[in-house]
């Protein structure tokens, strides 16, 4: 029995509102964003009372993985439309920095030219001190992509630290080259 898809997704019935569409897809608004869910044939919802239940048709193990599954993206659908979802990153490097113009992310990482990124519709880019850029959208999935195709422009390397990493990552650094006798 899945635990996860067992467990019912709460909502704030004042800032969020969930919908069921007719071809089996959860629809979940708040503020001025809107998430959709698109589920199996086997997995149903059922919203009653500020909460979203999911139930199954059979148990075998494929639809107790689906209902799990499903549960958490519509938890992460409630939470990125009520709160959002952020990312942050560093830019480690001499030289290395960030800005935003209009819709484009800057980045001076190093190479010969400066790195230009088209910031996709529903994702907010915010740089403080250069150094440090803050991904923020409603969409999860998006967020992260966003965040590692930015990360990937210069991904931190093990000698130095250089590069672009994760706030909360840790770069294991290796020692460097060790002298002849």
Same mark, same amino acid.
């Given at each position: 029995?899945?635990?996860?898809?067992?467990?019912?997704?709460? $909502?704030?019935?004042?800032? %969020?509102?969930?919908? #069921?569409?007719?071809?089996? +897809?959860?629809?979940?608004?708040?503020?001025?964003?809107? #998430?959709?869910?698109?589920?199996?044939?086997? !997995?149903?919802?059922? !919203?009653?009372?500020?909460?979203?239940? #999911?139930?199954?048709?059979?148990?075998?193990?494929?639809? =107790?993985? $689906?209902?799990?599954?499903?549960?958490? /993206?519509?938890?992460?659908? @409630?939470?990125?439309?009520?709160?959002?979802? +952020?990312?942050? /990153?560093?830019?480690?490097?001499?030289?290395?920095?960030?800005? @935003?113009?209009? &819709?484009?992310?800057?980045?001076?990482?190093?190479?010969?030219?400066? !790195?230009?990124?088209?910031?996709?519709?529903?994702?907010?880019?915010?740089?403080?001190?250069? +150094? &440090? @850029?803050?991904?923020?959208?409603?969409?999860?999935? #998006?967020?992260?992509? %966003?965040?590692?195709? %930015?990360?990937? $422009? =210069?991904?931190?390397?093990?000698? /130095?630290?250089?590069?672009?990493?994760?706030?909360?990552?840790?770069?294991?650094?290796?020692?460097?080259?060790?002298?002849? &006798?």
């Amino acid at each position: 029995m899945s635990r996860v898809g067992k467990a019912p997704v709460y $909502f704030d019935k004042k800032d %969020v509102q969930v919908s #069921l569409t007719g071809d089996n +897809t959860v629809v979940v608004k708040g503020g001025k964003n809107t #998430l959709s869910v698109k589920m199996k044939p086997q !997995i149903k919802a059922k !919203i009653e009372e500020g909460q979203v239940v #999911l139930t199954r048709d059979n148990d075998e193990p494929q639809s =107790r993985a $689906f209902q799990g599954l499903y549960r958490s /993206l519509i938890q992460n659908a @409630v939470t990125g439309v009520s709160k959002g979802w +952020t990312r942050d /990153l560093e830019l480690n490097g001499v030289g290395y920095r960030a800005a @935003v113009t209009g &819709k484009k992310l800057e980045m001076s990482l190093g190479y010969s030219h400066p !790195i230009v990124f088209e910031i996709p519709e529903g994702i907010e880019i915010k740089v403080e001190k250069q +150094t &440090k @850029v803050s991904i923020t959208g409603a969409n999860k999935e #998006l967020v992260g992509q %966003v965040a590692a195709k %930015v990360r990937g $422009f =210069r991904p931190p390397e093990p000698y /130095l630290g250089k590069g672009v990493k994760y706030a909360d990552e840790v770069i294991r650094r290796k020692a460097g080259k060790s002298a002849g &006798k």
